[in-house]
C-alpha cells in the first residue's frame, strides 16, 4: 500500500490581492481571482505533484460547481471522491492577501462541513497507507462524526492518521480540550506556530512541538518564512530552514508543506527530509496565487 487518502473540504477561493491598506466604506484597489481550493484538497493535490503516491480525497460540494472542482482536481493529478449536495453550495473563502503577502479569511463552510458519517465507507481504505484529515471537519456536525468514523476505521485496519489543526479561530471557538479529546489516536499532527502555542499554552513553537509530541507521535510545526521544527515522541528532532523566496500569498502555504511531507514520507524519507520537502513546497507555494500548485489552477 502506498495511497493517501485526504478527507477534508474542497472550497472555492475568491483572492483578493491588495497592494494598499482596506479603506473602510470605500474602494481598495484589488487583484481578484476565483481558484480552487480548501485546505484538504490543496493537501492532496501538492501531495499528487510531489509523485510517486497515489491520492485520494473525500469531500462534499454543492451540485452548482462539482464538475468545475472535479476537473481541477483531476488535473492535479488526485482522484476526487466528491459528494454533491443539492441543498446547500460548495463552501466559499474570500482571501483577502495584503501587500506582505499575509492572507486574511472570510470563510462560507457551506456544504464542505454537511460532510456525514453516510459519505464514508472503510471500503475507501483499501490501498491506502495513511489517511489524512483535514482539521475544519472538526469543528461542526455531522463533518466530525464523519472525521471520527474514518479515523476508527484506518485504526482497525491498523493505518496511520494524520490531522492539521487548520485554524487558530475556529479552534478557540470551539475549543482546546475539545479538539485534543477528538484527535487521540492521530500519529502526525501539523501545526503552525500560532495552533502550536494555542494548543499547549506554551509560548514558544518548539516548546509547544514537544510538549504536543507527547501526545501525538510526530509532530511538525511550520514557521512561515522561518521554515519548520520537527519533535518526535517528547523530544525536538529535526529543525529545517525555509527557502528564500519572494512571496506574493501565503494561502495555502501550510497545505503545501503537509503534502509534500506526507508524500516524502510514504515514498520512504525519515521525518526530516520529509519537513525539508515540505519547506521546498511551501515555498513554491507562497510565490503563486491561490492554495495549488500553479499546474492544478484552471
Not at 473540504?9 to 494598499?20: C, K, S
Not at 495513511?130 to 471520527?148: I, K, M, W
Not at 470551539?174 to 499554552?201: H, I, K, S, Y
Request: hydrophobic share 50%; glycine share 12%; aromatic share 6%.
Amino acid at each position: 500500500m502506498s495511497g493517501l487518502l485526504v478527507v477534508g473540504d474542497v472550497v472555492t477561493d475568491i483572492v483578493a490581492r491588495h497592494r494598499t491598506p482596506l479603506a473602510p466604506a470605500t474602494d481598495t484597489a484589488a487583484e481578484i481571482r476565483r481558484l480552487p481550493g480548501g485546505a484538504g484538497a490543496n493537501v492532496a493535490c501538492w501531495a499528487a505533484r510531489s509523485g510517486g503516491v497515489g491520492v485520494t480525497l473525500l469531500g462534499r460540494v454543492g451540485t452548482d460547481e462539482a464538475g468545475w472542482h472535479d476537473r481541477a482536481l483531476r488535473r492535479a493529478g488526485v482522484r476526487p471522491m466528491l459528494v454533491p449536495d443539492g441543498e446547500v453550495g460548495t463552501a466559499t473563502v474570500i482571501s483577502l492577501v495584503d501587500a506582505g503577502a499575509e492572507r486574511t479569511f472570510l470563510t462560507d463552510s457551506g456544504a464542505a462541513l454537511r460532510l456525514s458519517p453516510a459519505d464514508w465507507s472503510d471500503a475507501f481504505l483499501d490501498g491506502a497507507a495513511r489517511l489524512h484529515l483535514s482539521g475544519y471537519l472538526f469543528f461542526a456536525e455531522p463533518s466530525r462524526a464523519a472525521a471520527l468514523r474514518a479515523m476508527r476505521g484506518a485504526r482497525e485496519a491498523g493505518i496511520p492518521v494524520s490531522v492539521d489543526p487548520a485554524s487558530v479561530g475556529f479552534l478557540k471557538q470551539w475549543g482546546v480540550e475539545r479538539f485534543l479529546a477528538a484527535a487521540q489516536g492521530v500519529q502526525a499532527l501539523f501545526p503552525n506556530a500560532d495552533e502550536a502555542r494555542l494548543l499547549t499554552g506554551c509560548a514558544e513553537p518548539e516548546e509547544a512541538a514537544v510538549a504536543l509530541s507527547r501526545a501525538f507521535p510526530l509532530v511538525a510545526v511550520t514557521l512561515g518564512a522561518g521554515g519548520a521544527l520537527v519533535a518526535e515522541s517528547g523530544a525536538v528532532t529535526g529543525r529545517v530552514a525555509a527557502p528564500e523566496v519572494s512571496p506574493v500569498d501565503s494561502t495555502g502555504a501550510g497545505d503545501a508543506f503537509t503534502g509534500a511531507f506526507l508524500a516524502a514520507r510514504l515514498s520512504g524519507a525519515d521525518a526530516r527530509e520529509a519537513a525539508a520537502a515540505g519547506c521546498r513546497a511551501g515555498a513554491e507555494a507562497v510565490t503563486v496565487v491561490g492554495g495549488r500548485p500553479l499546474t492544478a489552477h484552471p
